[in-house]
């Protein structure tokens, strides 16, 4: 018989899990704990649960961590994991910590589909998704080590905040997410509020529905353009869902988010998105006069971290600083982020690392570039905003 996994349930399932072993819900309670706020993965270890149970669960259960590939250490503090989760793929997690905040990038897909011009997952290509247990175990693994080396005392989080923003894009893996969600929201499991748990994705609409309906936690979206013909280049899922349509779901999400905004995610790429055209682009698109009206928002603009194959370029600060003016101007909420760990390559965008291409992507991505017409996508050199001098 295959042992089950724990850390694939959420606390219903590991009711009904351990009912069927003839246990009462309180029970599965107790476990629950064991496993998520005390870090157990020995059933001897759990002290108040009955012999004959904890011998039940060593018969039929695991906790199951993921193998740690490899660990680097930034001189900032910032942390990055490499896991293994089997037949050569890996995934990576980033642990940032701030004075008032522990943030974990967690990871949802061994690779990436959607294949962002930008993103060094997405010239990986796709391998497979991450069950319920293999996104838990990255939270597992990060919280319970930390809170052993930093002695942290019983009851204390070391991370306040994720983000589902590592490889992957979540909404894709939707089935695995939502339970893994739920367990990182349970006040038995990892007790984070709902505004410190964010999804960010691409823009898979359907999906951002599902999830308003289901579980609406915090929202990122990876906007990155502010016309159609240039997103469609950046972010290819945009020719299915056009901004319209994206910015629509936005604001359905907006009816149930537990925060009064979307944060916009805008990786700045020099000669390419970072005109002041483009800056006024989005400032027209969220707007009175946009496609769906204003939009309440707030922009995120994120320092490209280069890698060989884009073909990209990080813009200079000043650049930066004279988009953010526009749309600050404007009157939007606009940060530009802070890098992390740029000496352990895990700032934004370099979670490849070591793993492996297993789909040609890459190739793929570097022989077939596209270059924005304005009004059109078609194949042709690496993308040039026509307005970049701007
Ligand atoms: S930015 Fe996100 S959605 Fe786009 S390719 Fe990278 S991991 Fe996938």
């Known amino acids: 018989m295959t042992a089950v996994n724990l850390l694939d349930f959420d606390l219903d399932a590991l009711t009904a899990w351990c009912e069927q072993l003839g246990e009462k819900r309180f029970r599965a309670v107790q476990l629950?704990?064991?496993?998520?706020?005390?870090?157990?993965?020995?059933?001897?270890?759990?002290?108040?649960?009955?012999?004959?149970?904890?011998?039940?669960?060593?018969?039929?259960?695991?906790?199951?961590?993921?193998?740690?590939?490899?660990?680097?250490?930034?001189?900032?503090?910032?942390?990055?994991?490499?896991?293994?989760?089997?037949?050569?793929?890996?995934?990576?997690?980033?642990?940032?910590?701030?004075?008032?905040?522990?943030t974990l990038c967690v990871s949802s897909q061994a690779g990436c589909a959607v294949g962002c011009r930008f993103c060094s997952t997405g010239h990986q290509g796709f391998s497979r998704n991450l069950s319920t247990g293999e996104i838990l175990a990255q939270l597992w693994y990060a919280e319970h080590t930390l809170r052993r080396e930093q002695g942290t005392a019983a009851g204390d989080r070391v991370i306040t905040n994720v983000v589902m923003m590592g490889m992957g894009e979540p909404l894709q893996n939707y089935g695995a997410l939502v339970p893994a969600l739920r367990v990182m929201l349970d006040d038995h499991g990892y007790g984070l509020s709902r505004r410190r748990v964010t999804v960010s994705s691409s823009g898979v609409v359907p999906m951002m529905d599902r999830l308003r309906d289901d579980l609406p936690v915090a929202l990122a979206v990876s906007l990155h353009a502010g016309d159609d013909a240039l997103r469609d280049v950046l972010v290819p899922l945009n020719r299915k869902y056009p901004l319209a349509e994206l910015l629509g779901a936005c604001q359905r999400y907006l009816t149930r988010a537990p925060r009064d905004f979307i944060t916009f995610e805008y990786c700045m790429l020099d000669g390419v998105n970072d005109s002041d055209t483009q800056a006024r682009a989005l400032l027209d698109l969220v707007g009175p006069r946009g496609p769906v009206g204003r939009v309440p928002c707030k922009f995120n603009l994120i320092p490209f971290n280069p890698f060989p194959a884009s073909g990209l370029k990080r813009s200079p600060q000043a650049r930066v600083q004279a988009f953010a003016q526009i749309l600050i101007d404007g009157g939007l909420v606009t940060t530009v982020r802070k890098t992390r760990g740029d000496d352990i390559d895990a700032a934004c965008g370099q979670l490849a690392g070591e793993v492996q291409d297993r789909t040609r992507a890459h190739e793929r991505m570097t022989r077939a570039p596209v270059r924005v017409v304005r009004g059109a996508a078609s194949a042709g050199p690496v993308p040039v905003d026509p307005a970049a001098s701007a």
Do not use: C
Request: net charge negative.
């Open 32 to 102: 629950f704990r064991w496993i998520h706020q005390r870090g157990a993965s020995d059933f001897e270890q759990m002290s108040d649960l009955a012999k004959s149970l904890r011998s039940k669960l060593a018969d039929q259960a695991v906790v199951q961590p993921l193998p740690v590939v490899s660990e680097h250490r930034s001189a900032d503090g910032t942390i990055k994991w490499l896991f293994d989760v089997g037949d050569g793929n890996a995934v990576e997690s980033v642990y940032i910590p701030e004075d008032d905040r522990g």
